[in-house]
């Protein structure tokens, strides 16, 4: 983490408390960055590093992720409710969110539901997909993921990385530490939530109103959002961008990030001007 950029904890809805890094103090236009499940705020650093100097970036751990809050056995996890009170609560006006996988499928039901509180919104490959999924799938996928995480946190972050370089060696040097790091801090209770991952993205895209850009990659190497998906979203979607980019999977910006770098500064220099 750069030494200029300040962290701290924010207490919103039922004494929840999000914590967050953030690179400025509102003198800019601000981005808020929501991030996919089993990740943090941090594993952003490297897209705030290169937007700081035009925007002001938010990287925020969502609810039993990073820093923030564990999960509550007696309240279910309310991740737009979450966005929604962060904003209110830094009186931030009008940000634009990027987000990722559960970070995006967040963020699109945030802008459905609260159109009139973003001012863009940027979905890194998205959960929105033609396969139907029913909820005992959902929750039998989580809860492998669950078992996943778990074995995970046997490990020291030195091995998670050694692993991950040699399972995804494409991926970026710079943020394997923190993504290591992130699954030593999840709360593995986050796994036994309903609805963290929002499945009715139609409804989602045709509520958005304001300018959207859904970044995804290559299908076979893991991505959610197809051709047909994407071009049927942009449809939909009031003011709906599409950008594919190839020889990345889910993780569009581990994967390929000078691309990715590019095709979001000009989204951004197109709808938030700095």
């Known amino acids: 983490m750069k030494t200029d950029w300040h962290q701290d904890k924010v207490r919103i809805n039922d004494g929840i408390e999000l914590f967050y890094t953030r690179t400025g103090q509102g003198e800019k236009p601000v981005i808020i960055l929501a991030h996919g499940v089993t990740d943090s705020g941090l594993c952003w650093h490297q897209l705030a590093g290169d937007l700081e100097q035009k925007f002001d970036l938010i990287m925020y751990d969502a609810q039993g992720?990073?820093?923030?809050?564990?999960?509550?056995?007696d309240?279910?996890?309310?991740?737009?409710?979450?966005l929604h009170d962060l904003i209110?609560?830094?009186?931030?006006?009008?940000?634009?969110?990027i987000g990722h996988s559960m970070g995006a499928s967040t963020a699109a039901e945030f802008a459905a539901t609260y159109p009139e509180m973003l001012k863009a919104l940027i979905l890194e490959d998205p959960p929105w997909s033609e396969l139907e999924i029913s909820d005992d799938?959902?929750?039998?996928?989580?809860?492998?993921?669950?078992?996943?995480?778990?074995a995970a946190k046997k490990k020291t972050v030195s091995e998670l990385v050694r692993l991950k370089k040699r399972e995804s060696p494409k991926w970026q040097e710079a943020i394997l530490e923190d993504w290591a790091q992130a699954k030593l801090d999840v709360?593995?209770?986050?796994?036994?939530?309903?609805?963290?991952?929002?499945?009715?993205?139609?409804?989602q895209a045709s509520a958005i109103q304001v300018p959207t850009l859904i970044i995804t990659g290559d299908q076979e190497l893991g991505?959610?959002?197809?051709?047909?998906?994407?071009?049927?979203?942009?449809?939909l979607l009031k003011h709906g961008e599409f950008g594919h980019i190839s020889s990345a999977g889910h993780c569009v910006r581990y994967e390929q990030y000078n691309p990715y770098l590019t095709m979001?500064?000009?989204f951004l220099k197109r709808n938030l001007p700095a």
Do not use: Y
């Open 75 to 82: 309240k279910p996890v309310d991740l737009v409710k979450d």
């Open 88 to 97: 209110e609560t830094l009186k931030l006006d009008k940000p634009c969110v």
């Open 65 to 73: 992720h990073g820093k923030s809050s564990r999960v509550s056995l």
């Open 264 to 266: 979001i500064n000009l």
């Open 187 to 203: 709360d593995p209770a986050i796994f036994d939530q309903p609805n963290i991952i929002i499945k009715d993205w139609r409804r």
């Open 137 to 150: 799938q959902s929750k039998a996928n989580m809860q492998a993921w669950k078992k996943q995480n778990l």
């Open 223 to 235: 991505a959610i959002v197809s051709l047909k998906v994407g071009l049927e979203a942009v449809q």
